[in-house]
């Protein structure tokens, strides 16, 4: 018989765990800030002030809350998490490159370092996937063991 604390240690110390832990973290986070924007359009009005097409101001700023709302859960349960990554991309390339470069690394807000960091992590569970705490994890494992 295994002891159960060894095999705890064991699974927070897989890789899996790790990926599962970001792509929960990242999930929540961006949830959060998806509802925030919701709460208070002014906020995000207030970065977006530049464009003045309302047209494509309305249509970014709800791509913005969608995204970041529904990529948001969709990474905290692990369901369909690589699309749910893709999909956060545009809005975090937007943020540094319309939003966030003014500021300058120089700043003491960190907005460029961290929204920097949020892109990188994204982009490295796109291509990596979700751990195996995810649905998307248990739906694979299901077809694998249908198609034996």
């Known amino acids: 018989m295994s ?7 064991k699974t927070l110390s897989s890789p899996s765990m790790a ?8 999930g929540a986070g961006l949830l959060f800030k998806g509802v925030l924007f919701f ?6 009005m207030s970065y977006l002030s530049g464009w003045h097409d309302k047209f494509i101001l309305v249509a970014i700023m709800h791509y ?3 995204s970041h709302i529904c990529g948001g859960i969709l990474m905290i349960i692990g369901l369909l998490s690589r ?21 300058g690394f120089n700043s003491l807000s960190e907005n460029l370092e961290f929204t920097i960091l949020v892109l ?29």
Request: aromatic fraction near 10%; include cysteine; proline fraction near 4%.
């Open 3 to 9: 002891n159960p604390i060894s095999k705890i240690q």
């Open 64 to 66: 913005i809350v969608f």
């Open 83 to 103: 699309i749910a990554c893709i999909i956060q991309i545009p809005v975090l390339l937007g943020a540094i490159f319309f939003v966030h470069i003014s500021e």
């Open 19 to 26: 990926m599962d832990l970001i792509r929960i973290y990242l």
């Open 39 to 44: 709460n208070n359009p002014e906020f995000l």
């Open 120 to 148: 990188f992590l994204l982009v490295i569970l796109s291509i990596f996937g979700s751990g195996k705490l995810a649905i998307d994890y248990l739906l694979l494992s299901k077809e694998e063991k249908n198609q034996n």
